[in-house]
């Protein structure tokens, strides 16, 4: 890790180097939280799913909700969904008002789920970013939500 870190920042462009770190602390946050989902046999695309869910309040969300929701906009949002379908995480109706539109809900017992990983995830997060002053959280985090806010325009 030490290595990449000293090879990324031999980066001459800082635009590339900025670039190429904001990916890497992404693909090494992922990789560092998917690990904590695979004991509860969840992907990490899974478990974003379920706390779009949650979020719905008891309201059933339909695939392009989810879909705009997820984090990894490349995920195949019908096939997690089968796949928390299958382990009773999760419900799917059709719309009585529009036959063509599916609607996910999420179950007790995915609920039950997210409440054993909650503490879990919070302790991971906290140790992830543990060195890192409430300052400089605040201005990373509005640092990133600028640069998104960006992109998406």
């Not at 635009?15 to 693909?27: E, G, Q, S, W, Y």
């Not at 998917?34 to 899974?46: G, I, N, P, R, V």
Request: hydrophobic share 40%.
């Amino acid at each position: 890790m030490q290595e990449l870190t000293q090879q990324a920042s031999k980066i001459q462009n800082q635009d590339k180097r900025l670039i190429v770190n904001t990916m890497r602390l992404a693909n090494a946050f992922y990789e560092s939280l998917a690990t904590k989902f695979k004991s509860f046999d969840l992907s990490a695309e899974q478990f974003n799913v379920l706390r779009i869910l949650r979020g719905q309040q008891g309201k059933p969300a339909n695939m392009c909700l989810i879909q705009e929701r997820m984090i990894s906009k490349t995920s195949n949002t019908t096939r997690l969904v089968d796949k928390l379908l299958a382990k009773e995480l999760v419900t799917r109706t059709v719309c009585e008002e529009n036959r063509r539109k599916i609607e996910v809900c999420i179950t007790a017992k995915g609920l039950e789920l997210l409440e054993q990983i909650d503490p879990i995830l919070a302790q991971k997060e906290a140790e992830l970013l543990s060195k890192l002053s409430s300052s400089d959280k605040e201005h990373f985090a509005n640092q990133i939500e600028h640069i998104l806010n960006h992109l998406n325009t």
